[in-house]
């Protein structure tokens, strides 16, 4: 019954991060990324679907959904392997996924004859969300998880 209430918080936590995200996302990045990113889309048609219908829509926010749930539940377990308070860990974690991130992008970039600058947009788009909501993940973790925050990571406990 455990397991089912703390998978029940992440889901919560992952939830609320979601909506911060979004939230924020019309603030800063609205003006700053989502101009060029879009225009790079629009003027390639042929490899970027920009009529979105409201499965499109399902879809991505589905997509966005499962990356915060996989870089939190990822946080959830690793995060006494840090140091630093929960801000600080959240950040470490999240950048690593951001570096992830920025790298399949620039591959991607790299690889195919799509628009380049759309994937130099999206890594400034994430390099602005990312950071966002680890502070956010930071702020909110031990709040919500108090009670399933396990004692400091030590990997010398099961073979001393």
Known sequence: MSYLITFMKILTLVIILNLLRYAYAYLPIEGLVFGPLFGAMERSPTYFNTNFKAFDWAT???YNFMLWLSITWVYFYLHPAFKGNHIVKSLK??????????SISAIYMNHYSHPKDFYLWNIMDALLVFPFVAVANGLLFPRILKKEIPPAFSP???GE
Not at 93 to 101: A, R, T
């Open 156 to 158: 010398l406990k099961d």
């Open 60 to 62: 991505s926010y589905f």
């Open 93 to 102: 974690i999240y950048g690593i996924f951001w570096v992830l991130f920025a």
